[in-house]
């Protein structure tokens, strides 16, 4: 037989395995007052301690180690089922709208960009240069000397 444990916000509830109703419970930290077979902790504060119940000469004990908080919310199996199927649909949902936007973006793309048809690719000359950026040359530095660095 095992002890049960019940987690609710900051409350803990012990129910010791023995059947009988004389039950003596004893904590590590202080000595309760109730000899019931469920033992409640009001306000426990997570920190560990040795459990023990005994009724004659029987004895459990347990180690419990138990973290709770205030404001922690309870979700069943079914809330966290369809929490998790929601984000699923949501997420293949986006994707096909991705899907098909990209889809509708490549058709445009191609028939705005060639209106010419496809051909043997031919070797293409090369860009004629700019006169703006033409390299500085041997023996034309005059040209340049108006633009010296500043210091800033």
Not at 53 to 79: P, Q, T
Not at 115 to 133: F, I, S, W
Request: proline share 7%; aromatic share 8%.
């Amino acid at each position: 037989k095992e002890f049960q444990v019940e987690i609710s916000g900051t409350t803990v509830t012990l129910t010791c395995p023995l059947d009988e109703e004389n039950i003596v419970w004893k904590f590590t930290e202080a000595k309760p007052a109730s000899n019931e077979r469920k033992y409640v902790l009001e306000n426990h504060d997570s920190a560990p301690l040795t459990v023990s119940c005994s009724a004659g000469n029987k004895k459990y004990e347990m180690y419990l180690n138990a973290r709770v908080c205030a404001n922690c919310k309870e979700l069943d199996a079914l809330a966290v089922t369809g929490i998790i199927t929601a984000d699923l649909l949501i997420t293949f949902g986006v994707l096909i709208l991705v899907y098909y936007f990209s889809k509708d973006r490549k058709g445009r793309a191609g028939a705005s960009a060639g209106g010419r048809p496809r051909g043997q690719k031919t070797q293409r000359p090369p860009p004629v240069p700019n006169p703006d950026y033409e390299p500085i040359r041997k023996g034309q530095r005059e040209v340049y000397a108006g633009l010296e660095s500043r210091g800033f």
